[in-house]
């Protein structure tokens, strides 16, 4: 990075965000199957022991990379929040 102008690194910033909108509609295809699987077998959209699972991951991983393992949560609890809105509206 160093030695880079500015220009340079918000193309790298730009390249990064098209992959975090990318990242982010893949887990969102995936879970709106997982709504599907969960309307065939009634199950409830929310289910808790699996978000602190997916919470806890968050975490490990945020410290497994160096950064603030608050924002990494944050990120993911609106992930998941949006996730289940969606969920409930395909019902
Ligand atoms: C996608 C799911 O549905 C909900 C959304 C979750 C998520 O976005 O990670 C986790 C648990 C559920 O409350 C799931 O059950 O796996």
Known sequence: MDGMSLDELRAEIESIDQELVELIARRTYVAETVADVK?????????????????????????????????????????????????????
């Open 39 to 91: 309307r065939e077998r009634d199950l409830p959209t929310t289910d808790e022991r699996q978000e602190e699972r997916v919470m806890e991951r968050a975490g490990e991983n945020a410290q497994r990379f160096g950064v603030d393992d608050n924002l990494v949560k944050a990120t993911f609890r609106l992930l998941i929040e949006l996730n289940k809105v969606e969920q409930r509206d395909n019902r």
